[in-house]
T-cell receptor, first 112, second 111 residues
Framework: DGGITQSPKYLFRKEGQNVTLSCEQN?????MYWYRQDPGQGLRLIYY???????QKGDIAEGYSVSREKKESFPLTVTSAQKNPTAFYLC???????????FGQGTRRTVV | EDQVTQSPEALRLQEGESSSLNCSYT??????LFWYRQDPGKGPEFLFT???AGEEKEKERLKATLTKKESFLHITAPKPEDSATYLC????????????FGSGTKLNVKP
């Protein structure tokens, strides 16, 4: 089945550690996105990519980095500079920029 | 400042009790308004896209409408399985990758 796969589903890390969240899609979509969802708040855009080897910062890019070496993959690295202790990370893709997004199942990160 | 506000934050209904969720927006150059359903611990699931004032979309017990300032998601005779958080997102301006999300309405339907 076509879709977006995020891994891991849960992530526990100590402060000071960089972690990388995986996002893979087999929908042949050009655009991919990373969002963060905090309790009681809407989704906020971290990074997005329209094509391979190109990506743009969203509203809350500080403390994060991404790469887009392959069309189907858009990994997100949460660096030690990211202070938010707990967050739900959502990866999404769309056929081309602007159309509705298909979301993965999310990764919940907790700092221990 | 571009903004999307959803109300109420939470809504409890009895099974069969119809109601509406609201999404109001203040953005420049609306290109599309999206409704999603999100179950706890899961990613949002697409429901509808609306592009212009007066447009309506229906799916089972859900009906979405759009005016120049707000959108409503009407739920007719809801069932417990309709319990979820409903998110509204607006795409606006020249940046096609810019989606503004509301904080959602958490719906709980009691049997």
């Amino acid at each position: 089945d076509g879709g977006i796969t995020q891994s891991p589903k849960y992530l526990f890390r100590k402060e000071g550690q960089n972690v990388t969240l995986s996002c893979e899609q087999n929908l042949n979509h050009d655009a991919m996105y990373w969002y963060r969802q905090d309790p009681g708040q809407g989704l906020r855009l971290i990074y997005y990519s329209q094509i391979v080897n190109d990506f743009q910062k969203g509203d809350i890019a500080e403390g994060y980095s991404v790469s887009r070496e392959k069309k189907e993959s858009f990994p997100l690295t949460v660096t030690s500079a990211q202070k938010n202790p707990t967050a739900f990370y959502l990866c999404a893709s769309s056929p081309r920029e602007g159309l509705r997004a298909f979301f993965g199942q999310g990764t919940r990160r907790t700092v221990v | 400042e571009d903004q999307v506000t959803q109300s109420p934050e939470a809504l409890r209904l009895q099974e069969g009790e119809s109601s509406s969720l609201n999404c109001s927006y203040t953005v420049s150059g609306l290109r599309g308004l999206f409704w999603y359903r999100q179950d706890p611990g899961k990613g949002p699931e697409f429901l509808f896209t609306l592009y212009s004032a007066g447009e309506e979309k229906e799916k089972e017990r859900l009906k979405a409408t759009l005016t120049k300032k707000e959108s409503f998601l009407h739920i007719t005779a809801p069932k417990p399985e309709d319990s979820a958080t409903y998110l509204c997102a607006v795409q606006a301006g020249g940046n096609f990758n810019k989606f503004y999300f509301g904080s959602g309405t958490k719906l709980n339907v009691k049997p």
